[in-house]
């Protein structure tokens, strides 16, 4: 009776290590910004039980900056994190197994007080810029591309640049210590909120240069690892980000739930970060590559190894092909 009751506790043991196991594995660990845009998204994912649906459990883990979320990535305590693919055809190059599921193709703008004189690009001429991300950030780099090939205008020596991070950026544009000013999708929404005017749509300054604006810039970052070894896990996310988006992008209601996340201080804004967060959910098709290859390639004529190391072409891979 002894050996039975040990039989049985020991049996009982090895299977509720078996669904702890379970339980781990579908268990998907997301680092991310704790105020970013992202948040919006996944929340809808878990307000509406979308990971519970789609067989796993969202863990979301906010973090002070990106360098942290990358740093917990790369060191297995997250199992996704948002970047650019930018970011992740670098590091494949440079021989690391990461895998970009589109999230946001949303941009900025370059934005001017709405009372300046500037009526083009060419008028900034001797201004000051302020930019958001540094001197590597992409729309920085397409709008210097954009102002060499249309008005023959170098804009990194012919005008001063402030760079800043985003809440910098956007307090230094709207007290007018700027002559223009390049942010975040989100805070250039809240600059035209407040009054600030789009001189240059970086959406447009791309398609002047042969690029296609559908192409999802911000997106979601996962091991080749996990693609290859939990397919239906990562399958499952992104069909639960599909999920999110759909309710987003259609119903009302959803917002107003988010709107205290927003950090929206008046009507204007949440309206503008609303209709923003819209125009930039992708469509549900595979990335075209040969658009991604052009953009790089134009990439890496402006920021070079600073920004793209070794990848002077697209990386095999870089995209999530379910």
Known sequence: MRLARYLIGAIAALLCLGFTAQAQERTLRISVLKFGTVNWELDTIKRHGLDK?????????????????????????????????????????????????????AVGGLLVPEDSSPNGLADLAGGRIGIAGGPLDKSWLILQAYAEKNFGLDLKTQTEQAFGAPPLIFKSALSGELDGAINFWHFAAKMEAAGMRK??????????????????????????????????????????????????????????????????????????????????????????????ARMLEIMYEVGGEDLLGQASKLPDGTFYAP
Do not use: C
């Open 53 to 105: 649906a789609h067989g796993f459990d969202l863990s979301v883990q906010g973090v002070a900056g990106g360098a942290a979320a990358k740093v917990a990535f790369q060191g297995g305590e997250a199992d996704v994190i948002v970047s650019d693919w930018l970011w992740v055809a670098r590091q494949r190059a440079a021989g690391k197994d990461f895998v970009f599921i589109p999230y946001s193709k």
């Open 199 to 292: 001189l240059v749509d970086i959406s447009d300054a791309a398609r002047d240069l042969g690029l296609d604006p559908e192409t999802p810039l911000l997106g979601y970052v996962v091991k080749g690892e996990l693609v290859r070894e939990h397919s239906e896990l990562v399958q499952g996310f992104a069909q639960a980000s599909r999920d999110a988006k759909a309710l987003l992008a259609t119903d009302d209601a959803e917002w107003d739930r988010l709107r205290n996340r927003m950090n929206a201080k008046t009507d204007a804004e949440f309206e503008a970060l609303k209709a923003g967060f819209r125009a930039g959910i992708p469509a549900a098709l595979p990335v075209d590559q040969d658009a991604a």
